[in-house]
């Protein structure tokens, strides 16, 4: 019998390998950013196999240009990739996906009317795809047919403030300097709990949107403000005890939130307005815990890239680019608030993303200036161990089972 994870035996029957799909920058110059690390190919593909914690690399796929985001179809052999870039429009790419040999062909690509593409998702009825816009704060939708193939954007929605990329055309080195300066929304979320709204962390602003989403049709309702400088990129959520986790990139911080159902019809009106931590006013979040995801003597900068909840709903990974570490916290059972089990080196430098692999015993992790991935087993703890280690990938920001 192998070693135990999480509590659970790994044993016969045989634990089904995992194919990873890797996504890596093939041209860093039209970057919203400066990072280290290489171009390459865009597209890897990697197996893991669970009973030996150890990684066989099988494929590359040129597609280009710089394919950060990566969702396979549940169903078909269909595969969504974005492009980050902010010096033209983005795209959402579709690929065809050979699952022997790994291979992503791509058969068609849409102009997503946004630029720096960072996030895609699914409506509630499974018949649009949501894409979400960085550099210039856009929502776009497109309907998609039953043999996965997307049709022309049904509408883009633009925030009010994104007029100022239109205006005054920022560069790099001006976003570098001034991260808040306008809205950065950064990643669509459907509401786990409701299933009639969707939540969009904005970078820029502090804010969290609401939005409702219908048949492809976008209609802002409302936000409530996040603790300022916190710098928002991305939610996960704790269906158990319907608690929302928000990342602070800028500040290194993992913000837990109370979901207040009784607050959804006010949001669903229109034109709502809340505040995570007033007490005077109706809010759909309520702040209940801020943690740091560093240590406190920390010497540099560090932003964190990543957080994702454990399938088992008992810890909760956070990436930390600069400190170049990976932050372990234990959820509580009873409140789903956090406590820290460890920070631990990620292994390589910058790690941007990661993911569990299919028995939620092992994490991949995507260093993307060291060109390298890491497989830790999880043990019963929380903590990691490394199992294996693949050099050469170029920057790798994207990591999909």
Not at 106 to 134: F, M, N, Q
Request: proline share 5%; hydrophobic share 35%.
């Amino acid at each position: 019998m192998a070693p135990t994870a999480l509590g659970l035996p790994i044993s016969a029957p045989q634990l089904p390998k995992t194919l990873f799909l890797l996504g890596g920058y093939t041209d860093k110059s039209v970057l919203a950013h400066a990072p280290a690390g290489g171009e390459g190919d865009g597209i890897y593909s990697v197996l893991f196999d669970p009973e030996v914690g150890k990684l066989k690399t099988l494929k590359s796929s040129r597609v280009e240009t710089n394919p950060a985001f990566i969702m396979k179809h549940p169903k078909l052999d269909i595969v969504y990739m974005t492009t980050e870039v902010i010096d033209r429009g983005s795209e959402v790419l579709v690929g065809r996906l050979d699952r022997k040999t790994g291979q992503v062909d791509l058969i068609d690509r849409k102009s997503v009317h946004g630029r720096s593409t960072c996030h895609i998702e699914w409506d509630t009825a499974a018949s649009h795809l949501i894409a979400v816009s960085y550099w210039d704060s856009k929502i776009t939708t497109f309907p998609v047919r039953e043999d996965g193939m997307l049709g022309n954007a049904t509408q883009v929605y633009s925030d009010p403030g994104s007029g100022y990329v239109d205006k005054q055309n920022p560069d790099r080195w001006e976003h570098l300097a001034h991260r808040q300066r306008w809205p950065h929304l950064h990643q669509v979320n459907r509401d786990p709990y409701s299933n009639e709204i969707y939540l969009v962390p904005d970078l820029g602003r502090d804010q969290v949107h609401y939005f409702k989403i219908h048949e492809g049709r976008v209609q802002h309702l409302g936000v409530d403000q996040l603790r300022r400088g916190g710098g928002p990129r991305h939610m996960d959520f704790n269906r158990q005890h319907k608690v929302v986790y928000i990342c602070g990139e800028l500040d290194n911080t993992i913000t837990v939130l109370r979901y207040n159902k009784e607050a959804l019809s006010e949001v669903m009106e229109g034109n709502f307005s809340g505040d995570v931590q007033s007490t005077g006013t109706t809010s759909l979040l309520t702040q209940i815990q801020v943690v740091s995801s560093v240590p406190e003597n920390l010497e540099g900068k560090s932003t964190i890239a990543e957080m994702r909840l454990h399938p088992s709903g008992r810890f909760l990974f956070v990436g930390n680019r600069g400190h170049n570490s990976i932050a372990v916290f234990r959820v509580n059972s009873h409140d789903g608030t956090l406590s820290l089990v460890g920070i631990q080196s990620s292994q390589g430098a910058f790690p941007r993303h990661f993911n569990f692999d299919n028995s939620g015993n092992y994490l991949l992790v995507g260093n993307h200036a060291s060109d390298t991935i890491v497989a830790f087993r999880i043990s019963e703890s929380g903590s990691l161990e490394v199992t294996d280690k693949v050099e050469g990938l170029p920057s790798i920001v994207w990591v999909t089972p």
